[in-house]
């Protein structure tokens, strides 16, 4: 079993809808990570994130560290949303661990 | 600041030849890693540095893969003899001050080894 599971592998959804990507992970972390990367294969980093909630334009990261389960949402999506969504942790002082990303498809 | 910046961006070359990819972290920031992305592994972390000392190098496929950082603004990772295994989109990227920061990406080499 992978130490990071993302859900779900592959996502279409139509302008306007909310989106919801969710990461679990089977180790104590230190920090959680979500990046984003673009069609032409750049990555950004979106969020760190080791408790609570985090709120950049229309994307919100949230974390629940005692059941070890991520969630980034998208508000009012847009087709240029559309990339691929990579969760990332760190199990204590070690190296990061990814997940394999999700896939997001936003038609307009 | 101009972010990270890896050249070449593209590297074609033939098998056993000698690879070198080359990173400039952002001005100012202590940590430094690379990375391999595949379609069959995804992401994957190989080494890192802070303060230009190799920290965690286990992620290192094997001895024909080695990486330097002589001074805070350059970093390398070289490939020799490269195999066809080793095509791939190889990141580097820099945080901060802790390694649990927020990483900045640079734009990726995308290396094809025939």
């Known amino acids: 079993k992978n130490e990071v599971e993302q859900s779900p592998q592959n996502l279409t959804a139509q302008e306007g809808e909310f989106i919801t990507i969710n990461c679990s992970y089977s180790?104590?972390?230190?920090?959680l990570h979500w990046l984003q990367q673009h069609p032409g294969g750049g990555i950004v980093s979106l969020f760190m994130?080791?408790?609570g909630k985090k709120k950049h334009g229309r994307l919100i990261a949230t974390i629940n560290i005692q059941e070890k389960h991520s969630s980034l949402h998208i508000t009012a999506s847009h087709p240029r949303d559309s990339a691929v969504y990579i969760c990332?942790?760190?199990?204590?002082?070690?190296?990061?661990?990814f997940g394999q990303g999700t896939r997001l498809t936003i038609n307009p | 600041d101009a972010g990270v910046i890896q050249s070449p961006r593209h590297e074609v070359t033939e098998m056993g030849q000698e690879v070198t990819l080359r990173c400039k972290p952002i001005?100012?920031?202590?940590?430094l890693f690379w990375y391999r992305q595949t379609m069959m592994r995804g992401l994957e972390l190989l080494i890192y540095?802070?303060?230009?000392?190799?920290?965690?190098d286990s992620g290192m496929p094997e001895d024909r893969f080695s990486a330097k950082m002589p001074n805070a603004s350059f970093s390398t990772l070289k490939i020799q003899p490269s195999e066809p295994r080793d095509s791939a989109v190889y990141f580097c990227?820099?945080?901060?001050?802790?390694?649990?920061?927020?990483?900045?990406f640079g734009p990726g080499t995308r290396l094809t080894v025939l």
């Open positions: 994130l080791s408790s």
């Open positions: 180790v104590g972390i230190s920090a």
């Open positions: 540095f802070n303060n230009n000392v190799p920290i965690d």
């Open positions: 990332a942790v760190k199990p204590g002082a070690q190296k990061l661990v």
């Open positions: 990227a820099s945080s901060m001050t802790r390694s649990t920061d927020t990483q900045y």
């Open positions: 001005s100012g920031h202590d940590y």
